[in-house]
């Protein structure tokens, strides 16, 4: 059976595209706990930015990051750190999605936590 | 009006994830003529490793690398070129999608096709 | 003939990398005129992070973002619309590097700009 | 004192822009003992694409990915796990240099390796 596409499917659909998105520009990013709020607000706005986005909020790891400083003083955004909340609307349907590190599975898992509308 | 999550909705919230991580995971990287059938195999197989992908195809336009070549023989792969096509199976849903080049928009449109089961 | 590597060989090497890791990290990131500056910023936050480099800054050229706005009202970061300039510095020696668009190549050109000490 | 840029330098400078342009492009792409000779070869030929690149030769180490395999039965490629040997060649000069992750400085560390002609 196949069926019509809604805005509840093109919702989810976005959703997903943003977080995947976002996880494959940012991770390999230089950051330290000097940097880190700055690159939090810039993910946030670069994705803002994007279609049907309502809201994104990022937060990096503040004790992940000083675990994993090299030498240098610095680390790389990775997975592991990330924890995002985002809101995506489409016509009467609001979807709210995160990404956030599972640490049973070792994955930086995204799911969908809430449909309304 | 708050709802459960169904294997339909996860499927379109996997679909994007991929499309998103494709694109932004991949563009900018170099090709050309020599190089590009290649590179749309390996995008392939990384993107087929990701949970859910039943099957992905990858087409980098040629006519788009021809004019686009640098002075040093190559370009970078932008989502002028891409054309992918995307089938994420969760539980008994089955959704197929689309990134391709929307002309008139002047967008790397991504887009559900199809949603069965 | 082979040779030892000196500070100077090792800071042409370090400016490289800057210029290289900068380029194939952003570009594609979502950007518009109203947060051009922030992105700026921040590219110029995570570049200094790594090791060696004095000053870094970062223009992205706003009638380029003007002339690819897409229908959602922002762009992608490209190499055409980047104009980076680095110091580096190891030992006594100073490099000055800068990634500019050269439209005769119609390439985002690396080049040295000036080795002193 | 400032001075002439010479082919050594130039040579330098270049291998360090394709070392520091292959880290942040192809990290975090998903791979497995699978798919990992495909996207070494496609590094590979990716890179050779960029001027001046004599050879450049790609290792993702197997037990690294062994060890991160996650419960999907992939892993994302990361700076651990890389060891590039490259040759650039400007002029009568020719450059090799290498990443390598080091354990000691727990960094993926880039190196002139030799310099000569």
Do not use: W
Not at 4 to 22: H, Q, T
Not at 59 to 82: K, P, S
């Amino acid at each position: 059976m196949s069926s019509e596409v809604s805005d509840r499917d093109n919702a989810l659909f976005e959703a997903g595209i943003k977080l995947g998105a976002l996880y494959h520009q940012f991770v390999g990013t230089p950051v330290n706990l000097d940097t880190v709020d700055e690159l939090e607000r810039t993910i946030e706005s670069c994705i803002s930015l994007q279609p049907y986005v309502k809201e994104v909020s990022v937060h990096i790891d503040l004790e992940i990051i000083r675990q994993n400083l090299n030498r240098f003083g610095y680390c790389e955004l990775t997975g592991r750190m990330l924890n995002v909340h985002l809101v995506v609307v489409m016509g009467s349907t609001q979807v709210t999605a995160r990404l956030e590190y599972d640490a049973e599975l070792e994955y930086p898992l995204m799911r969908v936590e809430e449909i309304s509308g």
